[in-house]
């Protein structure tokens, strides 16, 4: 930075009167041009903003309008897409699945999670399971999930829960692993008792990692979920997807899409507010 | 003696494990077998043992195999190639750092399997769509672990190279590069798998050949005990490709 402003002053005071304009012109560049270097954000908006034009002007004037759509005309189709019958109830029905399936993926993770990481032993032997499964591709299964669980919400439910369980079991025996020993043994030679080992010590030190679990756990339960419902589905955002593909009405199809992924982009941020929120006593 | 107790502990958890496993398949054979489970749901795993021996001699999965390998090997050397490359020039800079890493990884957290339709729709549903697909979602981590290696590199070793005259070329080989090997050799296994399931998954969602359509239609005509036998395959392919990616990766760390 400072380089920058000795060279500065060293053109101004170089330069000869009639050339004022022209530096003046120079120094706004220079400012504008540190304006940018200082706020990376609004060189990121223009890069989105760029795109967006981008392809604004290819959907309107070069390409075939079955197979894609402006933004423009996409963002002012948003209304006619939720006044489509069904689609709200489709998008409160993939709500409630996703909503489900991660409080029961975060139960199940954490109790199994604590079973697992608070006795050594167990850690030792199961982990290794839990891993070889959680490395399985689950994909592979989906059709069988169909046949169990049927076509309907529980299905979808399911497949979201064994996304999700998984990230959170490993990082919540990972956070009890990584508790230093000498707390536990402090805190049992003063004559704590199991519980209150597990509400003071265990507990607060597993918070941070138990959060990041829930993160993970959010985005496998969004993969599952959504995966389960453009696999198939009766009444779900899956069977709009394709209807929309099949009519070749790209609009609605972005439309929809645009509204998942803000769904999406929502559900995680909240999760990660709140690891940030969580984790700050530490 | 503490060594030994070591060693009977490992015994011991290893003992647990395979006993667990062993236990999963003797119930699953005690469930079809002797307490009438519907062999629609679940069937008899001496019958998929069958099924998978003569899958596997009569060659059946080879047109299949054949179709995912190549969506896999194409969609992996895209992502790579790009994810390399757009990481490497986005980190050449403190800036650009600044403006593209948080955009990516932006991108990165919205489930991409969300625009499969929009892939099926614009690519169809052959190879493109699922190479498309598989391209677009692995190429993230790539580029994230691309530019968190090259960034992270030690200034006081780029400053020490300088000094002793160490043109670009020379930098990038010796200093840049083996610094940020690791990292990025982590990216490029998180991006090998889930390239592999993203693919997979739109097989299995929308597509006319591939091992994960063939799954689909086994259980759309309910041949289930073929089905397992193709999804135990699969599965083991799976874990095979991943005990040698792994392998790769430690080999590579250790090199770098």
Same mark, same amino acid.
């Given at each position: 930075m400072s380089s920058a402003h000795s060279s500065e002053i060293k053109s101004a005071a170089s330069a000869p009167a009639f050339a004022a304009r022209s530096s003046e012109d120079e120094s706004r560049l220079k400012l504008a041009r540190r304006f940018f270097f200082r706020h990376p954000g609004m060189v990121r908006l223009g890069i989105v903003i760029v795109?967006?034009?981008?392809?604004?002007?290819?959907?309107?004037?070069?390409?075939?309008?079955?197979?894609?759509?402006?933004?423009?005309?996409?963002?002012?189709?948003? /209304?006619?897409?939720?006044?489509?019958? /069904?689609?709200?109830?489709?998008?409160?029905?993939?709500?409630?699945?996703?909503?489900?399936?991660?409080?029961?993926?975060?139960?199940?993770?954490?109790?199994?999670?604590?079973?697992? /990481?608070?006795?050594?032993?167990?850690?030792?032997?199961?982990?290794?399971?839990?891993?070889?499964?959680?490395?399985l591709p689950q994909i592979t299964i989906l059709p069988l999930f169909i046949l169990f669980f049927g076509i309907g919400p529980a299905s979808k439910i399911a497949f979201g829960v064994t996304h999700g369980v998984f990230p959170i079991v490993i990082t919540v025996v990972a956070g009890i692993q990584n508790l230093k020993p000498i707390l536990l043994t402090s805190a049992r030679s003063m004559g704590a008792s199991r519980w209150q080992l597990l509400r003071h010590v265990i507990f607060p030190h597993m918070i941070p990692s138990f959060f990041a679990g829930m993160r993970l756990g959010m985005s496998g339960v969004l993969l599952g979920v959504l995966l389960a419902e453009l696999y198939v589905s009766t009444a779900g955002i899956g069977?709009?997807?394709?209807?929309?593909?099949?009519?070749?009405?790209?609009?609605?199809?972005? /439309?929809?899409?645009?509204?998942?992924?803000?769904?999406?982009?929502?559900?995680?941020?909240?999760?990660?507010?709140?690891?940030?929120?969580?984790?700050?006593?530490? | 003696m503490a060594r030994r107790s070591e060693r009977t502990r490992q015994l011991a958890s290893r003992t647990v494990q395979i006993a667990f496993l062993l236990a999963v398949l003797l119930l699953w054979y005690l469930a079809t077998t002797f307490w009438g489970v519907n062999r629609l749901l679940l069937p008899n795993p001496v019958e998929v043992w069958e099924q998978l021996m003569e899958v596997?001699?009569?060659?059946?999965?080879?047109?299949?195999?054949?179709?995912?390998?190549? #969506?896999?090997?194409?969609?992996?050397?895209?992502? +790579?190639?790009?994810?390399?490359?757009?990481?490497?020039?986005?980190?050449?800079?403190?800036?650009?750092?600044?403006?593209?890493?948080?955009?990516?990884?932006?991108?990165?957290?919205?489930?991409?399997?969300?625009?499969?339709?929009?892939?099926?729709?614009?690519?169809?549903?052959?190879?493109?769509?699922?190479?498309?697909?598989?391209?677009t979602i692995s190429f993230f981590p790539i580029v994230l672990a691309t530019i968190a290696g090259f960034s992270n590199v030690?200034?006081?070793?780029?400053?020490?190279?300088?000094?002793?005259?160490?043109?670009?070329w020379l930098l990038f080989r010796?200093?840049?590069?083996?610094?940020?090997?690791?990292?990025?050799?982590?990216?490029?296994?998180?991006?090998? +798998?889930?390239?592999?399931?993203?693919?997979?998954?739109? #097989?299995?969602?929308?597509?006319?050949?591939?091992?994960? *359509? *063939?799954?689909?239609?086994?259980? #759309?005509? $309910?041949?289930?005990?073929? $089905?397992?036998?193709?999804?135990?395959?699969?599965?083991? $392919?799976?874990?095979l490709l991943n005990a040698v990616v792994s392998h790769l990766e430690a080999r590579g760390r250790r090199r770098g």
């Amino acid at each position: 930075m400072s380089s920058a402003h000795s060279s500065e002053i060293k053109s101004a005071a170089s330069a000869p009167a009639f050339a004022a304009r022209s530096s003046e012109d120079e120094s706004r560049l220079k400012l504008a041009r540190r304006f940018f270097f200082r706020h990376p954000g609004m060189v990121r908006l223009g890069i989105v903003i760029v795109i967006f034009i981008g392809w604004e002007i290819a959907a309107r004037w070069f390409m075939d309008p079955l197979f894609i759509s402006p933004p423009s005309r996409v963002f002012s189709s948003l /209304g006619s897409v939720l006044d489509t019958s /069904g689609v709200p109830a489709a998008l409160r029905i993939t709500f409630f699945e996703l909503a489900v399936a991660f409080l029961i993926a975060v139960t199940v993770g954490l109790v199994i999670g604590l079973a697992i /990481g608070l006795q050594p032993f167990a850690r030792r032997s199961m982990m290794p399971i839990v891993l070889l499964v959680y490395g399985l591709p689950q994909i592979t299964i989906l059709p069988l999930f169909i046949l169990f669980f049927g076509i309907g919400p529980a299905s979808k439910i399911a497949f979201g829960v064994t996304h999700g369980v998984f990230p959170i079991v490993i990082t919540v025996v990972a956070g009890i692993q990584n508790l230093k020993p000498i707390l536990l043994t402090s805190a049992r030679s003063m004559g704590a008792s199991r519980w209150q080992l597990l509400r003071h010590v265990i507990f607060p030190h597993m918070i941070p990692s138990f959060f990041a679990g829930m993160r993970l756990g959010m985005s496998g339960v969004l993969l599952g979920v959504l995966l389960a419902e453009l696999y198939v589905s009766t009444a779900g955002i899956g069977y709009f997807t394709q209807m929309f593909t099949e009519n070749f009405d790209p609009t609605k199809l972005f /439309g929809l899409i645009a509204m998942l992924a803000a769904m999406a982009i929502i559900l995680n941020e909240i999760v990660r507010r709140a690891e940030v929120r969580f984790s700050r006593w530490r | 003696m503490a060594r030994r107790s070591e060693r009977t502990r490992q015994l011991a958890s290893r003992t647990v494990q395979i006993a667990f496993l062993l236990a999963v398949l003797l119930l699953w054979y005690l469930a079809t077998t002797f307490w009438g489970v519907n062999r629609l749901l679940l069937p008899n795993p001496v019958e998929v043992w069958e099924q998978l021996m003569e899958v596997l001699r009569s060659g059946n999965y080879l047109p299949d195999l054949r179709v995912t390998a190549t #969506e896999f090997v194409v969609a992996f050397l895209l992502s +790579t190639t790009t994810g390399t490359v757009v990481g490497f020039f986005a980190s050449r800079s403190r800036f650009w750092t600044r403006v593209f890493e948080p955009l990516f990884a932006g991108i990165f957290s919205i489930p991409i399997i969300l625009f499969l339709p929009l892939y099926v729709l614009f690519f169809g549903l052959g190879l493109e769509s699922k190479i498309a697909l598989g391209a677009t979602i692995s190429f993230f981590p790539i580029v994230l672990a691309t530019i968190a290696g090259f960034s992270n590199v030690d200034r006081t070793l780029i400053t020490a190279a300088r000094s002793m005259g160490a043109s670009d070329w020379l930098l990038f080989r010796y200093v840049l590069l083996p610094a940020a090997l690791p990292v990025i050799l982590g990216g490029l296994r998180i991006g090998f +798998t889930i390239c592999l399931l993203s693919i997979l998954g739109s #097989e299995t969602i929308a597509s006319l050949a591939g091992l994960g *359509h *063939h799954i689909v239609e086994l259980a #759309e005509n $309910m041949e289930m005990s073929r $089905m397992f036998a193709y999804i135990a395959f699969v599965v083991v $392919m799976v874990a095979l490709l991943n005990a040698v990616v792994s392998h790769l990766e430690a080999r590579g760390r250790r090199r770098g």
